[in-house]
């Protein structure tokens, strides 16, 4: 079982629909991080999280520590944010950061 | 321009042949970190580096080196290359540790090697 867990591992949305990417992890961290891969390939941070909810522009990232539990939510979604998201959790104690396998989303016009 | 380089782009290699990664960045981070992206595992760390001459291993260190002799750069080393390091590379690099002891903020990630070994 990985530490990190991301669902779903695809989704497909219409243009406008809210989105919400899963990340569950085993172990206890420090701070978990969101990132943006480009279809090109390049990786982009959106966010780190060690507790409570951030917000960027269409972009909100919540954790909720005790369930060791983070969400990604879109809002009023659009095709430039196809992309896959992944999540990344520092653990505690060390330096290490563990990858989920990423959420491919593909959003239609 | 902040940003994160890696040279090269592209490589295709033999079995065995030394190589080495160069990854280099001008945002005066103290943290830096190389990773590798495989299809169906994603993204996994190789090692990564808190400070000059302070570098530990990360989830799959197995056949590779790296240094940290300055702080601008952190080469990654293959020493003899094997099929089974045919990956995506990423080299990043954070500013220091928090100041209240947490993980730095933001990562930048440099634009990716793709190494092919034969």
């Known amino acids: 079982k990985n530490e990190v867990e991301q669902s779903p591992q695809n989704l497909t949305a219409q243009e406008g629909e809210f989105i919400t990417i899963n990340c569950s992890y085993s172990?206890?961290?420090?701070?978990l991080h969101w990132l943006q891969q480009h279809p090109g390939g390049g990786i982009v941070s959106l966010f780190m999280l060690s507790s409570g909810k951030k917000k960027h522009g269409r972009l909100i990232a919540t954790i909720n520590i005790q369930e060791k539990h983070s969400s990604l939510h879109i809002t009023a979604s659009h095709p430039r944010d196809s992309a896959v998201y992944i999540c990344a959790a520092h653990s505690f104690g060390n330096e290490k950061l563990t990858f989920g396998t990423g959420t491919r989303l593909t959003i239609i016009p | 321009e902040a940003q994160v380089t890696q040279n090269p782009r592209y490589l295709i290699t033999v079995t065995g042949k030394k190589l080495t990664v160069t990854c280099s960045q001008n945002?005066?981070?103290?943290?830096m970190s190389w990773y590798r992206q495989d299809p169906g595992l994603g993204l996994r760390q190789i090692y990564y580096s808190m400070n000059v001459e302070v570098t530990d291993k990360g989830d799959v260190p197995e056949g590779y080196k790296v240094s940290r002799k300055e702080k601008r750069n952190f080469p990654l080393i293959l020493e003899s290359p094997s099929p089974n390091q045919t990956s995506l590379y990423f080299c990043a690099s954070s500013l220091e540790w928090g100041l209240a002891g947490g993980p730095p903020d933001t990562q930048y990630f440099g634009p990716g090697t793709r190494l092919t070994v034969l």
């Open positions: 945002m005066n981070h103290e943290y």
């Open positions: 172990v206890g961290i420090s701070a």
